[in-house]
């Protein structure tokens, strides 16, 4: 099964500042890579996804890139905001296997202090 | 993504005893997936049901089951509750993702406490 890590599993920002969070994965046949933020006690919410046939996107302050060589992708957060602090996963998908299924990384705790 | 509905939101039980929890998908979405959130990891997954059939099964007991209904909504059951089970129990939503990676939608999830 696939094995997803994520790194680092917190991270403290000034607000302002850029923030990265990268995630690696183990299935090559991996073809989505969406990226949640989880705000306490809420439901994990998409910000952002990747297909595996682009190689960044970005939308306003928020921009993921993959690498599908290295069986990466990031997350970027620039001019971070305090409405920013949440726990972030990322969850690649291998859409042709049998089943549809998110296997989460163990998130990132983003903190941005005002 | 707010069109995924789950109740209920909060419920306790018992060791020992069942709970049946409940989700309806976004209009037009065929497949339902359960997921269980432990108190600080990640998601894991449970199920997944396409078409009211089972198109994927997660590392979790027998305990656990689940099933989808003709307008796609999805029950999830769990039976002889353990503390363990103590957790947010997601639903989620999406067209079938083959070959095109359709987005998963979350539902706000409903948090079970085992006593």
């Known amino acids: 099964g696939e094995n997803v890590e994520q790194h680092p599993s917190t991270l403290s920002v000034q607000e302002g500042d850029s923030a990265v969070i990268k995630c690696t994965y183990s299935?090559?046949?991996?073809?989505?890579f969406p990226w949640y933020k989880q705000e306490l006690g809420k439901r994990p919410q998409l910000i952002i996804d990747i297909r595996s046939n682009v190689g960044e996107k970005k939308d306003q302050r928020i921009a993921v890139t993959l690498n599908k060589t290295a069986k990466h992708f990031s997350l970027h957060i620039t001019e971070t905001q305090p409405e920013d602090s949440a726990v972030y996963f990322c969850a690649p998908l291998n859409s042709g296997g049998s089943n549809y299924k998110l296997t989460f990384g163990k998130g990132t705790l983003l903190t941005v202090n005002p | 993504d707010a069109g995924v509905t789950q109740s209920p939101t909060h419920l306790i039980k018992t060791r020992g005893q069942q709970v049946t929890l409940r989700c309806s998908p976004i209009?037009?979405?065929?497949?339902v997936s359960w997921y269980q959130q432990v108190l600080g990891q990640g998601p894991q997954f449970i199920f997944q049901?396409?078409?009211?059939?089972?198109?994927g099964r997660g590392n979790f007991p027998d305990r656990f089951s689940a099933r989808q209904f003709p307008n796609y909504s999805s029950e999830l059951n769990v039976n002889a509750l353990l503390l363990g089970d103590s957790a947010l129990y997601l639903c989620a939503s999406s067209l079938w993702g083959a070959l095109s990676g359709n987005t998963i939608y979350f539902g706000e999830g409903s948090w079970l406490t085992v006593v």
């Open positions: 209009s037009g979405h065929k497949s």
């Open positions: 049901y396409y078409e009211k059939e089972e198109r």
């Open positions: 299935d090559s046949a991996s073809n989505y």
